[in-house]
Structure formats: structure tokens, C-alpha cells
């Protein structure tokens, strides 16, 4: 059976839509689902669920509003970035996957498996949301090699060279932040370059000054639309807030109109935000920044 129903949201200047499609086969199967460490060879699954779902943020289609117009360069790039997150030793990219889904039959996942972008199955589970965490700097080195460890598929010739070399890393993650290029025809190049202007300031301001060695920071957090409202979000941020709580961290993060009601849900309060906004043009984007310190955790 399959069904689907509009959704729509006022962001400031924009107006996102976004079309959630549900199929009676993802019930029957999420009271299995997992979440884990992802590997390198995730990156398919994790792009495709990234394709599907942060066009639901506002930020994506600010910094690449032609995505539509010109999806394989927005796919290229997409993955390029994802690479990036994955290599960055600094990252840990959590996965949820579920058993026997359907995605296959939502006329998105149709369009992009046409359209070349891949399949997101591994094995009889798939990939159906993601979270990724940037460590506090106390915590960086030794994650590398506990990661390591856990999964050896997560070691690469980028990730071996960052652990040697911090200019590296920086290089790697701010590519993973920006990437702002004018060989990309999707993309808005001078928003792309004031966003990460104006998001590196409000990043060090609202979480790197007051929370230091101590901030656990959630760079992205995604979940397909076809399991929107189903819990998956919480779990991916459940991991962080048992980290934080373990660990004595604190936890921060940006938040996205459709983020920013997850993470009130769990107990994340708005410290201020972030304006971009590109000489000349009326429109503008605002971003909330969220904390959850420590002590405030449940
Ligand atoms: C944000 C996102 C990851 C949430 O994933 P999800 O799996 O649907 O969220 P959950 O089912 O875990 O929701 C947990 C709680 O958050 C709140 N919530 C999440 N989405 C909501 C929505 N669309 N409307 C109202 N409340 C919402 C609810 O309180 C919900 O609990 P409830 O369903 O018991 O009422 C998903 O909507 C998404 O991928 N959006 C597009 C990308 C994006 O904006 N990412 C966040 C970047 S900061």
C-alpha cells in the first residue's frame, strides 16, 4: 500500500516543501532497527539517504538552489562531501539501518536508481538515517585509533595521513563545510562562501568558546522521508546524549526548522542564531543554534 501527503514549512525567507511517502512494509520492521558505527563502505547508502532528505533543510537549497535543475552535479558533490565527513578522523558517522524495507518502491528511490545514484541496500538491512558528530578536541586522537580498532574499513589513506598531519584535517573538514565551488552549476557560490563565513563564527561564539574540550558537537542528522516520525532521529541523537552523559560533555548543534522540533523534544534549549545574507539580495537564511549541556541532560 502506498500513500503520501504534503508537507509545508515557513523558514524566514523560504518555503520548503517536502513529500513523505509511507509504505506499510517500514511498520512491520522498525521495532528491528540498529544503530552503528558506519564504515567507508556506507558512503552509497548515506549519500543516497542524504539526497532524499536535507532538501528538507533549508540551508541546502540556499547554497545549492539549482539542485533540481542540475541533480547530478548535486549528487556528484553531495558524495564528494560525504567522502570527506567519512575520512575526517574527527567524525563519527552513526548509521541506522532497518531489516526488509521498501524503499525501492517510493517513486524517489525509483527516479534516483535511474537516474544512476545507487542503491542504499547492504545485505537484507538498509540505511535509512544518519548522524554526525564532531569530537571534542580532548577526545580526537584517541577515537581515531579506538575507530580503528572497531572497524578497519574506516582507515584510509586520508584518515592515516590526518592523524599525522592537524593541517590536513583542517583542510579535510573545512571541505566537508563548505565546499565552495564555481565549477559547481548548482550552487550559489557567494552564498556558499557567506555561509560558511558567517557559520564558523557563530560555531566558535555559541559552542567552541563557552564549551571548549568538552563540546560534542552534531554536525548533520538525516533521516529518509519515507521514515520521518518514527523515532529514528531520537535514536541517532540518543547515541550523542549516552556519549554526553557517560563522558561529561556537553552537546551542541545547529538546528534546521525540521531538527530544531527533535531537538527541543529531547531537551536541547536555543542560545541565539546565525544570519546569512549576501550583499544585495533580499533573502536570508537564519540558523538556531541548540545546546544541551550536561547537566541539563535527563
Ligand atoms: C530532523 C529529522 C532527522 C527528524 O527525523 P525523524 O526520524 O523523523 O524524527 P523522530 O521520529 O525521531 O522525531 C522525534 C521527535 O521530534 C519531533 N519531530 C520530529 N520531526 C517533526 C515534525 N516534522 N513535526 C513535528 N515534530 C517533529 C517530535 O517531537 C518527535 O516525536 P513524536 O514523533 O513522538 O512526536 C528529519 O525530519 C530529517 O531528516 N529532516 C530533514 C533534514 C534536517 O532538517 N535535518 C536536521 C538538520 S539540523
New binding site residues.
Given amino acids: 500500500m502506498f500513500g503520501s501527503m504534503t ?1 509545508c514549512q515557513e523558514y524566514d525567507c523560504l518555503w520548503v516543501e517536502q513529500v513523505f511517502y509511507l509504505s506499510s512494509s517500514i511498520t512491520e520492521s522498525l521495532n528491528t532497527d540498529t544503530i552503528r558505527l558506519a564504515g567507508h563502505s556506507d558512503l552509497d547508502a548515506i549519500v543516497a539517504v542524504a539526497i532524499a ?2 532538501p ?2 533549508p540551508v541546502n537549497p540556499y547554497r545549492y538552489p539549482r539542485w533540481q535543475e542540475f541533480p547530478e552535479d548535486y549528487a556528484k558533490f553531495t558524495r564528494i562531501r560525504y567522502a570527506g565527513w567519512l575520512a575526517e578522523p574527527n567524525n563519527v558517522v552513526m548509521v541506522c539501518e532497518v531489516p526488509g524495507s521498501d524503499l525501492g518502491n517510493t517513486p524517489d528511490a525509483q527516479e534516483r536508481e535511474t537516474a544512476g545514484l545507487g542503491t542504499v541496500e547492504k545485505g537484507d538491512r538498509r540505511i535509512v ?1 544518519f548522524s554526525i558528530w564532531e569530537l571534542p578536541p580532548s577526545q580526537r586522537v584517541a577515537a581515531q585509533d579506538e575507530r580503528a580498532d572497531r572497524d578497519p574499513s574506516s582507515v584510509t589513506t586520508e584518515n592515516a595521513l590526518g592523524r599525522l598531519s592537524p593541517a590536513l584535517n583542517s583542510s579535510i573538514q573545512a571541505k566537508g563545510v563548505q565546499a565552495p565551488s564555481k565549477e559547481r552549476p548548482d550552487a550559489n557560490p557567494a552564498r556558499v562562501a557567506k555561509y560558511t563565513e558567517e557559520f564558523l563564527k557563530a560555531k566558535h561564539r555559541f559552542f567552541e568558546e563557552p564549551f571548549g574540550d568538552k563540546n560534542l558537537y552534531l554536525s ?4 529518509h522521508p519515507a ?9 541517532l541523537v540518543r547515541w550523542g546524549l549516552e556519549k554526553a552523559r557517560r563522558e561529561g560533555l556537553d552537546l551542541t ?4 526548522p ?2 530544531s ?2 531537538y527541543r ?1 529531547v531537551g536541547f534549549r536555543e542560545v541565539g542564531k546565525f544570519r546569512v545574507q549576501v550583499d544585495g539580495e533580499e533573502e536570508y537564511l537564519d540558523t538556531l543554534a541548540m545546546v544541551l549541556e550536561n547537566k541539563d541532560i535527563a
Avoid at 548533520?220 to 533521516?223: D, R, T
Fill in positions: 508537507f532528505a536535507l528538507a533543510d538515517g548533520i542528522l538525516a533521516c521514515y520521518h516520525r518514527r523515532g529514528i532521529g531520537k535514536q548543534v545547529f538546528g534546521s525540521m531538527g522540533l527533535l523534544n
